[in-house]
């Protein structure tokens, strides 16, 4: 078929973005993209022409076609995988066979990754180990594992003639944009979906992130443009997204509060009025999430810089609403820590709710400030007045944690 031809981006002298835009992309597992993705692939002309990381599968010809715009594909000598899931390395078999490399390199996990995903290529995986380094003739590319962000195969390429780092995942973000620097987008746009990006992605392994953060800092790289698979690569801002991605990582609690509720017949959320009434009192930023029109990553952007969770259900068939059971599930799987919180909800007869989202919350591991609210049918007076007071009392928990800090 008859490809458009598509222009590379020159990064840096001898690098080039030979990426895909992917302007329709709403959904990456799970996670609402809504301003669609980039897929970032990149050619080092060095003696020995280097690919870093493929794209995902369906946009193999848009990448050969900004790939042939600065050189032959066939003069590609070296190709590197980063990371092995699928939106980076769905065109490793296609390239490896419209290329033929000398060289393919990975982590080790890597290796084994590539292998379980598409059995053997038409050429060997050269395992490189944490801190290995390969020769491309002029430049050289040093390899740091940087396991489980995002996969176990995760690793980061450093070209020291070109102060350029290919962080694959790591520091990236879900955003389609011809722009393909920090410095020509909006900076508040690219806090925000940093901030989504990393809610919904990597908030599980921030433990991780804190340490190769202080690997990082060991290391002592200079680095002066950074290069993600996702999203524009930083040379303005680059302390600025490794500092956020630290303190993101800390989770230190704030005076914040993201209240999650859905509603049957209105009871659930004007209980949710009441708890927000109190926690504002207490000086508390609130964010209220009703679950009939807010998506799960918002969610999760919201928690990432909360301090406290609050969370409202009616009773339907002895359980949580569906929508909370999705969206528990979502937030549990991420992993966020040191939140406090609460559980509150209307019943009819049986009133399990509020118990099943404590329990819940418990295994999240969020503190439970008190028992939660339960209210028969419709809350009179008294019901509010309760969920106010328990509002109150989860700002004065915030209160004295972010004083404790
Ligand atoms: Fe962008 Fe974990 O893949």
Redesign the pocket.
Known sequence: MHTEPMSAVKMCDGVYWVGAIDWGIRNFHGYSTHRGTTYNAFLVMADRVTLVDTVKEPFFDEMMSRIRSVTDPASIDTLVSN?S?M??SGCIPRTVGAVSPDRIVASKNGKKALFEHFGELPGEVEPVSDGGEISLGDMNLRFYETKML??PDSMVSFLPQRKVLFSQ?GF?MHLASTERFDDQLPLDVLWLEAARYYAN?LLPFSPLVLRLAGKLSELDLDVELLCP??GPAWRENIGGIIGRWASWARQTPSLKAVVVYDSMWGSTERMARAVEDGLVESRIAVRSMPLGSSNRSDIATEVLDAGALVVGSPTMNNQPFPTLADCLTYLKGLKPRNLTGAAFGSYGWSGEAVKIIEEQLGQMGVELVSEGVRTLYVPDRQALLQCKSLGRSIGDRLHELCEAQ
């Open positions: 990371h899931e939106d980076h995002h996969w995942d990236g992605i698979d996702h």
